[in-house]
């Protein structure tokens, strides 16, 4: 079972749909420098995110390297109704993409 | 009168008062948790692994917030890959253990009679890859903290139950490692009991000082001060910083030993690794 790129997990709360999403990603600054050879840890971070409903953007997100490793997302939108898809990707700065999805729970 | 002028040399010795110079483990135990049951008297004894979040309404719910996703969960994966990966000689971590290394976390630490040591989880794993081939590894994060985290998930709910055999060395790393506990040490010359014992509940900076009854049993841990997993050992090492002490190697005698005599102390306690916390 290979690692998953994001988890997500969302639920109806008091008629609004709450997503949360757990992504592992390096979130590499390009600022660091590799303690052994001295040289900087090229920057590799997630810059777009967009959760998407019904075919709608509920959310989207330009990101740089001021957010963490593995980021953990959490949002909440309306019009939603519990068993509906939400699905949500990323693209980071070297060409890397990742989606998933989860029905309301 | 003996023991009078034992008590009143322990305390001299040791700084802080101790709250177990009795005569026995078991007297010890009920000493140490008497204390928290009656500072905390809201808290159950098995809430005690919630450590801070147990004491605190404010943390709690930041908590719960967070467990309902917890950063831990990639550790947790990771660890299962690794667990079932055969090693390059085609056996597993499953034959190193007792029911194929699933929900044996309290099996350890144990005192080893015939290697005459405290063996912690960690060594076990490190000894297990040895006896197979495979390099060790690194004691405080990284792989070991992935591994460990599966390891402590399938044990959650398991009750800390750590024996000390009849065995005058097994007696003097439980006694070594009470001492460590009570030990005054760096530039601020204090003892884990000044914060943990003295402390437990108030405020240092802007972190509240958690009981050390139920300290042993969510680890490894995602610390977000560290924005990674760590070991207990780990969290030791930091302490002792933290008190500008030069902190001892990980998984040498004085922390397996202040292991031991730690979770000794929160036996009846649930294992809930692995962990959130600050």
């Known amino acids: 079972m290979a690692k998953k790129k994001i988890r997500i997990r969302a639920k109806m709360k008091d008629g609004v749909a709450e997503v949360k999403a757990l992504m592992s990603h390096a979130m590499e600054t390009g600022l660091r420098k590799n303690k052994k050879t001295g040289k900087k840890i090229p920057a590799h971070f997630i810059q777009d995110v967009t959760c998407t409903h019904k075919g709608n953007n509920v959310l989207v997100a330009s990101w740089g390297p001021a957010i963490s490793k593995n980021p953990y997302l959490s949002f909440k939108f309306k019009g939603a109704a519990k068993g509906d898809a939400v699905k949500i990707s990323w693209s980071d700065n070297k060409g890397g993409k990742a989606s998933a999805e989860a029905k309301i729970g | ?278």
């Open chain 2, 1 to 278: 009168m003996k023991k009078l002028l034992l008590i009143a040399t322990a305390i001299g010795v040791l700084g802080a008062t101790p709250l177990v110079s009795q005569a026995s483990p078991e007297a010890d135990l009920k000493a140490f948790r008497g204390y928290y049951m009656e500072r905390f008297p809201n808290v159950a004894l098995e809430d005690f692994s919630d450590g801070v979040y147990a004491i605190d309404k404010n943390s709690r719910d930041n908590w719960e917030a967070i467990e309902e996703f917890p950063p831990y969960e990639i550790a947790i994966e990771t660890g299962e890959d690794m667990f079932n990966t055969p090693f390059k000689n085609g056996k597993t971590y499953a034959s190193c253990f007792r029911n194929g290394g699933i929900g044996i976390k309290g099996d350890f630490p144990y005192f080893d009679t015939d290697k005459g040591k405290v063996v912690t989880l960690e060594q076990a794993i490190n000894n297990c890859r040895t006896k197979n081939g495979e390099k060790p590894l690194k004691y405080k994060k990284g792989k070991m903290t992935a591994i460990g985290a599966y390891m402590a998930f399938t044990s959650r709910g398991n009750i800390i139950n750590v024996k000390i055999p009849n065995d005058k060395r097994a007696r003097a790393a439980y006694e070594d490692g009470k001492k460590f506990y009570y030990t005054r040490r760096g530039q601020l010359n204090m003892s884990c009991a000044h914060c943990h014992i003295d402390n437990a509940g108030n405020y240092v900076r802007s972190n509240i000082l958690g009981p050390s009854l139920g300290h042993p049993s969510h680890w490894p841990a995602y610390r977000a001060k560290w924005g990674a997993m760590g070991t207990l050992q780990r969290r030791f090492t930091g302490c002792n910083k933290q008190v500008r002490a030069k902190p001892f190697k990980a998984q040498g005698t004085e922390y397996s030993n202040l292991e031991y005599f730690l979770t000794y102390m929160s036996n009846g306690t649930p294992w809930n690794g692995p962990g959130v916390r600050m």
